[in-house]
T-cell receptor
Framework: DVKVTQSSRYLVKRTGEKVFLECVQDMDHENMFWYRQDPGLGLRLIYFSYDVKMKEKGDIPEGYSVSREKKERFSLILESASTNQTSMYLC????????????FGNGTRLTVT | DAKTTQPPSMDCAEGRAANLPCNHSTISGNEYVYWYRQIHSQGPQYIIHGLKNNETNEMASLIITEDRKSSTLILPHATLRDTAVYYCIVRPTSRYNFNKFYFGSGTKLNVKP
């Protein structure tokens, strides 16, 4: 079974802090994704990566950056956390095939105070 | 990109079939229909996907109408553990955006004893 592991289930940070959310997958998937999930808004794509060191912006990249130095690891960085970034963050991975489903981690609930 | 419309909630008796509808009237010829579900406090779980033929796996069946403008996810014998939010997604397959999954608000399925 594919396993996508997010390093923290719950995180509380202060406004202005730099925040790192880590995600690791164990299935040698080429693609990795970061979404945020908010009530009434569904899942919104922040960034995705289709290879090591490669990334593309999703629909809401403002205020975020990403890093993929190794194939199995994809990090989401909030350079200066703000209260409107309080959300559930979901990481996912998939094979490169356009027909391959995404496999999600269990999420990190981030609260910025 | 094709959008989907799902009822916000549905009820189903335990042991009965749950039929979850989805409208995707603007779907294009090479776009796939995917279904995911999300149980409270977990990440979305892949269920099934299809193009135009009906599909079945160990979790569910997917029925896509001949004109492909709508589909139905069928859970043949719903259990209490199937209570979740179910998302119907139309996935682009062009090389430029096939990695962008668009999740809407989904259908909250309540399985009752």
């Amino acid at each position: 079974d594919v396993k996508v592991t997010q390093s923290s289930r719950y995180l509380v940070k202060r406004t202005g802090e730099k925040v790192f959310l880590e995600c690791v997958q164990d299935m040698d998937h080429e693609n990795m994704f970061w979404y945020r999930q908010d009530p009434g808004l569904g899942l919104r794509l922040i960034y995705f990566s289709y290879d090591v060191k490669m990334k593309e912006k999703g629909d809401i990249p403002e205020g975020y950056s990403v890093s993929r130095e190794k194939k199995e690891r994809f990090s989401l960085i909030l350079e200066s956390a703000s209260t409107n970034q309080t959300s559930m963050y979901l990481c996912a991975s998939s094979l490169s095939s356009q027909f391959s489903p995404l496999h999600f981690g269990n999420g990190t609930r981030l609260t910025v105070t | 990109d094709a959008k989907t419309t799902q009822p916000p909630s549905m009820d189903c008796a335990e042991g009965r079939a749950a039929n979850l509808p989805c409208n995707h009237s603007t779907i294009s010829g090479n776009e796939y229909v995917y279904w995911y579900r999300q149980i409270h406090s977990q990440g979305p779980q892949y269920i099934i996907h299809g193009l135009k033929n009906n599909e079945t796996n160990e979790m569910a069946s997917l029925i896509i109408t001949e004109d492909r403008k709508s589909s139905t996810l069928i859970l043949p014998h719903a259990t209490l553990r199937d209570t979740a939010v179910y998302y119907c997604i139309v996935r682009p397959t062009s090389r430029y955006n096939f990695n962008k999954f668009y999740f809407g608000s989904g259908t909250k399925l309540n399985v009752k004893p």
